[in-house]
């Protein structure tokens, strides 16, 4: 099954190109609409397919990759009211463009307040803690493999995503749920980010 993919700014590219090089089939997806992403896919390769927001959220695994004052109007361009336990993996950070401001949270973890932004959906956070450039390239080096974190409430969606990272060369760290695990992995405010870390075979 493809994977859908909802932005393509700097992580969007950067993981679009990531799943295609690993043999993977990508529909990408951005509020200007898929003709605006033809240069892209032409760049990655036929396997990346331009596609509206509400094509990408059909995908099995979708992925979130929007800046985090776009991610409610990205949620409703999706036109999902039930997501009837399909994989959004959530790339954001509660911070952004043009202040860079904090987003109050109320105490609870940003993808805590993504899920309910996905209702029905199995929520899995990943590919925060990366620079676009480093996650957008080769994760298995001379040393060892790039290591990734994430976490999620549904053990079966947090080991499909692991499968699948670890398919694309990336080394999996599962910190659990999104209480614990979401805080570690939180920008800014978790021990994790921008830790670019090898897993030595």
């Known amino acids: 099954m493809p994977i859908g993919i909802i932005g393509a700014g700097a992580i969007g590219q950067a993981l679009a190109y990531r799943f295609v090089a690993a043999g993977e089939q990508v529909v990408i997806s951005n509020s200007r609409g898929p003709q605006s992403l033809r240069d892209l896919a032409a760049s990655i390769g036929p396997a990346l397919t331009p ?4 094509e990408s959220a059909k995908e099995e695994i979708v ?4 800046p985090w ?4 109007e990205a949620v409703a361009a999706a036109d999902v009211l039930d997501w009837q336990e399909r994989i959004v ?3 954001t950070n509660p911070l952004g463009p043009p202040d860079f401001k904090v987003a109050d949270l109320d105490g609870r973890t940003s993808s805590e307040v993504v899920a309910e932004l996905v209702p029905g959906a199995r929520l899995v956070k990943a590919f925060n803690t990366l620079t676009p450039a480093v996650l957008g390239s080769d994760p298995r080096t001379f040393v060892g493999r790039r290591v990734i974190f994430l976490s999620g409430n549904h053990p079966g ?3 499909r995503v692991t499968r699948l990272a670890d398919r694309v060369g990336w080394a999996v760290i599962n910190l659990g749920p999104l209480a614990s695990g979401g805080r570690l992995q939180q920008f800014p405010g978790g021990p994790l980010p921008t830790l670019n870390l090898l897993l030595e075979p």
């Open 51 to 54: 596609a509206t927001v509400a």
């Open 63 to 66: 992925v979130l990759a929007v």
């Open 69 to 72: 004052r776009r991610l409610s």
């Open 89 to 91: 993996i959530d790339t």
């Open 157 to 159: 969606a947090n080991e």
